[in-house]
Structures are given as C-alpha cells and as structure tokens.
C-alpha cells in the first residue's frame, strides 16, 4: 500500500501534482495531450463539452436518466428497491469521453485525472438543493484491491470536491469488511448479494445524527452505495446523498 501525505493522499499523487506545478508546460490535456487553456485543470474544454452530461428526465431518487420518462419519477431499479440514500445525482453518462476519462483514472493510474473530474462533481453538487454534508464519505475498496491499484479512485474523487466545498473527508468510518468479484461481472440479483454485508461502521457515535455526502466513481444499479448508505443509515445518519462520476443508463 503506498505511503500517504497531507489529509491522506497518496504521495506518489501529490508528487505529480508537484511536479505539474513545477513544470507548467507539461500541462497537457490528459486525454487528448493538447494543450490546456485557463479552466478545469487535467481537461481541455473541448473534452469535456464531449461529455454526455446527465440531463431531464432522470430518476427522482438516483438521478440516473430516464428512458422514456414522461409521467415517470423512478428509474425501475428504485422502484423495486428500497434506497437508503436519500438522493443520488451523477454527472454524465458512462460512454465516450467520459468513459476513456474514467478507464484511463481508474485502471490505467492517470491519477492526475482526479482533480478535473472532481471538480465536475463539484460543480454537479453545486446544482442540488441538498443540505451541506457535515462528512464525505467515499466507498472503500478492499485492501487486496487497494494494494493492486495503488489508490482508492473514490477517495482522491472526494478529496476535491471536500476541498471545494470546504466539508470534511473521512475513511475512517466505512470500512470493507468483505472481498467481493467485481460488480460488471454480475447481474442486478446477483450485484446486491455480492455487496450484502460487505461493508461496517467504525466510530458509529460520529455518525450519528450527521448529514453524509457519499462519493464513487460509477452508479450501475446503485447496489454498491445503497448497501454502503444501509449500514450508514444503521449507524444513525440523519441524511445520506450520493454523488457519482459517471452512471449507465436504463435497460
């Protein structure tokens, strides 16, 4: 497992922030290597207006897009489900550039990456009517697939967009209890009993009564974070929201 730094981060991460700061013009965009203009760090303005941004209508509790959806409030899987979460939103749809963005971060260690699409959360977060979160919370990896990767890629998410908000991050309170197979291999039954119990509460009295912002990278069926917001909710959550990065649509 790789050391950490301030709040932390990885040191391997800050080092290449460091190093961009340093070395200015090898401010290339992370995606297409043309050069940045002034705006979101790591992103060129024209990769990111290529992003399928989550639009009307979407489901009421998840936000993920609707097919279909007039007269409808509920995607199908929060209708047969029930959420513990209070809301979700995301910001695009898995597919495209935002889909390379996310291949590229969280497999392939553009770690840089955390920072521009981070900052699309934020700006994602921004537009909601929610309360301001007392805690961000991202949802934990398992140490085998921690040490693997090399870093949590919902961690480094939620660093930003705590830092941009000015609300405090914390892994500390929701660990990983349970190894599981990866949720793209897996059907919606089979994607909820691969997450049951997979995740606890630690130091439950800070929980208790706070309103929780919960951060991942990718919202399919919403499996992973609902089972992760049953055990916050447990704990005595007053709230919980979801942000993702990216979300699939409807089948």
């Keep these: 497992m790789n050391s950490t730094g301030v709040a932390g981060m990885p040191l391997n991460w800050l080092f290449e922030e460091l190093l961009n700061l340093i070395f200015p013009g090898n401010n290339l965009c992370l995606l297409c290597s043309n050069p940045l203009e002034k705006g979101i760090k790591g992103l060129c303005s024209q990769c990111i207006s290529k992003i399928a941004v989550v639009e009307a209508p979407v489901c009421f509790k ?7 959806g007039y007269g409808k409030t509920k995607c199908p899987d929060c209708l047969s489900t029930k959420r513990y ?3 979700g939103r ?5 597919k495209g550039t935002l889909k390379e963005a996310v291949i590229l971060y969280k497999y392939r260690g553009k770690k840089g ?3 521009p699409l981070g900052f699309l959360m934020t700006q994602t977060l921004k537009q909601q009517d929610w309360p301001k979160p007392e805690l961000i919370i991202p949802v934990p990896l398992s140490r085998k697939r921690l040490y693997h990767r090399g870093f949590n890629q919902s961690s ?13 991050l914390s892994s500390r309170h929701l660990k990983r209890v349970k190894a599981t197979e990866h949720q793209t291999k897996l059907g919606k039954m089979e994607r909820k009993e691969n997450v049951r119990d997979a995740f606890c509460v630690l130091h439950g009295e800070d929980i208790r009564g706070r309103r929780i912002l919960l951060i991942d990278d990718v919202y399919t069926t919403g499996a992973t974070v ?3 917001s049953r055990m916050l909710r447990y704990a005595g959550a007053a709230s919980i929201y979801v942000l993702t990065l990216a979300t699939g649509r409807n089948l």
């Design 62 to 68: 998840c936000g993920k897009p609707l097919i279909d």
């Design 85 to 87: 979460f209070d809301q």
């Design 90 to 94: 995301c910001v695009g749809e898995y």
């Design 113 to 115: 990456l955390a920072v």
């Design 156 to 168: 480094l998410l939620a660093e930003v967009i705590g830092k941009e908000i000015g609300a405090p």
């Design 226 to 228: 609902n089972e992760c």
